[in-house]
């Protein structure tokens, strides 16, 4: 073997990471391997703790601290808790809070139906979504999922799960990214632009 059974363990385990190839991989450990002890061993405790000290709010599922019930948002006495936003990971609830634009409350469904890859309502949290609607005066669900065909399949799926529960159910508008040129847009991108049009003010 070329390479030192733990160098080569560590390509192996970085080239499991989504968007990390085996280049990158190879990359990532030989800069660790020529770095300082300290850097190695601090990214070594930082992944230890990750899985020990993090666990997953009771009400919305977004990650928050393993000694908390609660994440911080849920907790906030000044959030306005009847309005929901519907997202896929948490990391969609990093995006929207760096927006400084929404006071409402989160519900993170792990993922997206993907029939193709298995996976059912059974499989994120959508029961989970559908009790807390009927347990909490929630007046209004925005679904927040991405643009994609999983993220609009889930959309419809909750939009006919929600209706029924007389919620007020929305989508986030999508359409041109400020900034940009209408002839780099994609056909998808402005036939939904033009869609979603509006009265201007």
Do not use: W
Not at 172 to 181: H, I, M, N, S
Request: hydrophobic share 40%.
């Amino acid at each position: 073997m070329l390479i030192p059974e733990p160098v080569q363990r560590l390509i192996d385990a970085l080239s499991r990471l989504p968007g990390v190839g085996p280049k990158t991989a190879s990359r990532l450990t030989f800069y660790l391997l020529r770095g300082s002890e300290d850097l190695a061993h601090e990214l070594s405790e930082a992944m230890g703790d990750l899985k020990a000290n993090t666990g997953y709010c009771e009400q919305c599922f977004n990650i928050t601290s393993a000694d908390r019930t609660l994440c911080e948002i849920c907790a906030h006495p000044k959030r306005e808790a009847s309005v929901l936003c519907v997202v896929e990971e948490p990391l969609d609830v990093l995006a929207l809070e760096r927006t400084a634009g929404f006071e409402g409350h989160y519900h993170v469904l792990h993922g997206v139906l993907s029939p193709i890859e298995g996976v059912g309502p059974e499989d994120i949290k959508i029961a989970e979504l559908l009790e807390r609607v009927q347990e909490v005066d929630i007046k209004e669900v925005i679904i927040a999922t991405n643009p994609s065909m999983e993220g609009d399949a889930t959309a419809m799926y909750l939009r006919q799960h929600l209706l029924p529960l007389g919620v007020r159910v929305t989508r986030l508008a999508r359409g041109l990214p400020v900034g940009g040129d209408l002839e780099y847009a994609d056909q998808n991108t402005l036939l939904r632009a033009l869609d979603g049009r509006q009265e201007m003010g």
